[in-house]
Every structure is written in C-alpha cells, then in structure tokens.
C-alpha cells in the first residue's frame, strides 16, 4: 500500500504541472481525437473557456494555457523529474482530462502504470503485473485539490529571459511558486516549488485540447482487484 500511495502522489504531482489543475466539471460536446497540437489564442481561449475567472492574465503567455485548463479538456505529454524530501524520481508521463474524467500514465523508474479516475472510481493499472486496482468512492478533484495549482488565486510575478527562453513566473496563495518557459507563444518547460517543499521541472513534449482516442479505456485481460 505505501508503494500504491507513492505512485498516487507522483501521479497527483503530475496533474499539478497544468496551470491551474482541478478545472471544471464542464464536458465540452467535440472533445475531438488526435495528438496534433491546438492551441488557442488568448481571445479564442476565453470565449471557449466560459469566460473563467482568469485574474487577468489573460494578456500573458500562459493566459491561453489557463484558459484551456478551464475548459476542463487538454492532453499534455512530458518529461517529469520530482525532488521531494531528498529522494528523486524521473519518468515520462501523459496526462488527458475531459471534464471530470481523467488518465494519467507514467513510465521509468521501475514504474509502467496508468490511473483512471472516471464513473466516481479510480482505477489503478499496473501494466507489469496486469493487473487493475478499483478504489470506490474517489474523484479526480478530490484527489487533486491539495496539491492544485488554482488559477483563481495565482498571481503574476514576473517575466524575463533564462536559458534562451522566456519565462513568467507566478506565484499562488498557499506560497507556491512556478515558472512557465515559452518557445515564441508555444509552452515548453515549467518548474514548480511547492510550498511543503518539494520541487518539480517538467518538459513539454505535446501540449493540447484534443484527447487521443482510446484515452480512458481500460486494458482487457487484466485482472481487477476491488479495494
């Protein structure tokens, strides 16, 4: 059980690289298919979005990767590395939400696993041993609200240059802090400190709104454990 909730909390720090992770419950009618990038402008961003509370920072580089998270349906492909209490782990991960559904996939490090949160379930796929652990009972929001990075209370800090990319950084109201590293307008690293100490940096591979088809089943021929 320990090495299930480590895995859980890696997954959860996963969703906390997205500005503004936990969302809506609001399930878009075309979530489309595919791994072609989308990103929307910042105007094309708000409209779509419902008009979310964006603090105003809807002029910023980040604005229209706020607004896509709002609308509650964004795939994002990375490169992770997590430091927390002095212990390091790297892995690939993938991330794909549609209102309240949610997958994140992760692989290295000894791990090749995969957690669903759909149906008000969260169902726990570990590829190596084949094998699906069910929880009752658990959402997505739930699981991620502690460790959400809320765009309702962020606060713009600063920008400027580093490494030949410009940053901005942002500040939230629990005392976290993350740096977003843009490529012209397009999202390319962001490093995160989290107020309970621990830190983050995530590489971009693939960032957006369109979910790749097949992003929420369930692998067939596995076993299911009920917990």
């Known amino acids: 059980m320990k090495k299930l909730a480590l895995y859980l909390l890696i997954l959860l720090l996963a969703l906390a690289m997205l500005p503004g992770c936990g969302g809506t419950s609001e399930v878009p009618e075309n979530s489309g298919t595919g791994s072609e990038e989308s990103i929307p402008d910042d105007e094309e961003a708000a409209e ?12 910023k580089l980040a604005g229209a990767y706020f607004a896509m998270d709002e609308k509650g349906t964004y795939f994002m492909k990375s490169k992770m590395a997590v430091d927390m209490e ?73 920008s400027g240059k580093e490494d030949g990319l410009v940053y901005e950084e942002y500040s939230s109201p629990d005392g976290s802090t993350s740096k977003y590293y843009f490529s012209g ?29 097949g ?13």
């Open 185 to 213: 307008k397009k999202l390319v690293k962001i490093k995160m400190s989290y107020s309970y100490g621990g830190t983050s940096e995530v590489e971009i591979l693939e960032m957006t709104d369109k979910i790749p088809a």
């Open 86 to 158: 002095g212990q390091s782990v790297a892995f690939d991960s993938s991330v794909a939400v549609s209102g309240d559904d949610m997958a994140v996939a992760t692989a290295g490090d000894g791990m090749d696993s995969l957690i669903i949160f759909k149906d008000g379930k969260t169902y726990m796929v570990d590829h190596l041993t084949k094998t699906v652990t069910v929880m009752q009972g658990v959402d997505s929001q739930s699981q991620s609200q502690d460790l959400a990075f809320d765009t309702d209370g962020i606060t713009f800090v600063d």
């Open 215 to 227: 992003a929420f089943d369930l692998p067939s021929g596995y076993q299911q454990v009920e917990l």
């Open 48 to 59: 779509s979005s419902g008009e979310p509370d964006l603090s105003g920072l809807g002029d």
